[in-house]
């Protein structure tokens, strides 16, 4: 039971780090679009 927590635990803290990982890539995905249609403007 502890080390079923424990996992269940570990599982949200890697969720969150991949949420995070997401939401950087497509901040950045977005910042090279804007660089991309300023130089074709």
């Known amino acids: ?3 079923l927590h424990l996992m ?3 599982m949200v ?3 969150i780090i991949v949420l ?6 497509a901040n ?3 910042a090279v ?3 991309i249609r ?3 403007d």
Do not use: C, G, P, Y
């Not at 995070?20 to 890539?25: D, K, P, Q, S």
């Open 1 to 3: 039971m502890f080390s």
């Open 8 to 10: 269940e635990k570990r």
């Open 20 to 25: 995070r990982a997401v939401v950087a890539l």
């Open 33 to 35: 679009l804007e660089l």
């Open 38 to 40: 300023n130089f074709i």
């Open 13 to 15: 803290n890697l969720l």
């Open 28 to 30: 950045a995905l977005i």
